[in-house]
């Protein structure tokens, strides 16, 4: 059963970079089937999709947050990553890991999703 | 502001039938694009509740449908539980963005 969890720091400070980490168990990361994607949930709001990455590194990012954000993979280690720059309070919220059904023009659904972890932007 | 917009609250007696709304444009939905629902219990990851607009992972109850015309969608719940007191989003792709797109959120209540 495929099953994803993220991990890394829990507080960053404001300017700074947030760094995230998916580590996939239970099914290969390599599959052309799907794309693996960050999302996250400011306390108390909706979701927000981040972006999302093939397992060859092909990637589609939040317009509104392209300019501050990598994603990245690793299928070796069976992980992909997420790094959000000069981060702000606003940044706080628990981030999602997700498998992302794809398609050769776009990308669909999330299932399954990882516990989520929050990250605090705070001094 | 989200690009999907959903009702922010819905509410409904147990065993009777609520929709949920999830309204879109000519980028996204009305494109012809797929739309997704998700259950987010609190405290918990969202899970996948209906994909490609009508089709039930497996087991997810029947009770659960969705649909899809023109810009907008529908989720439908029959028999209401009070268990399906929580939240509800709904998601697709635009074009115009060139990527994923959720719905604001819809709390169901069960009176």
């Known amino acids: 059963q495929l099953q994803l969890q993220e991990s890394g720091p829990g507080l960053v400070k404001p300017s700074e970079t947030l760094s995230l980490t998916c580590t996939v168990s239970?099914?290969?990361?390599?599959?052309?089937?799907?794309?693996w994607g960050w999302i996250r949930q400011p306390p108390g709001k909706g979701l927000e999709w981040i972006g999302s990455i093939s397992h060859s590194g092909s990637t589609y990012y939040n317009p509104t947050l392209k300019s501050r954000v990598s994603i990245s993979v690793d299928t070796s280690k069976k992980q992909f990553s997420l790094k959000l720059s000069s981060v702000t309070a606003a940044d706080t919220a628990v981030h999602y890991c997700?498998?992302?059904?794809?398609?050769?023009?776009?990308?669909?659904?999330?299932?399954?999703w990882g516990q989520g972890t929050l990250v605090t932007v705070s001094s | 502001q989200s690009v999907l917009t959903q009702p922010p609250s819905v509410s409904g007696a147990p065993g009777q039938r609520v929709t949920i709304s999830c309204t879109g444009s000519s980028s996204n939905i009305g494109a012809g694009y797929d739309v997704h629902w998700y259950q987010q219990l609190p405290g918990t990851a969202p899970k996948l509740l209906i994909y490609d607009n009508n089709n039930r992972p497996s087991g997810v109850p029947d009770r659960f449908s969705g649909s899809k015309s023109g810009t907008s969608a529908s989720l439908a719940i029959t028999g209401l539980q009070a268990e399906d007191e929580t939240d509800y989003y709904c998601q697709s792709y635009d074009s115009s963005l060139s990527g994923s797109v959720f719905g604001g959120g819809t709390q169901l209540t069960v009176l």
């Open positions: 239970g099914d290969s990361i390599s599959s052309s089937t799907y794309y």
């Open positions: 997700a498998r992302q059904k794809a398609h050769s023009y776009r990308v669909d659904w999330f299932d399954p």
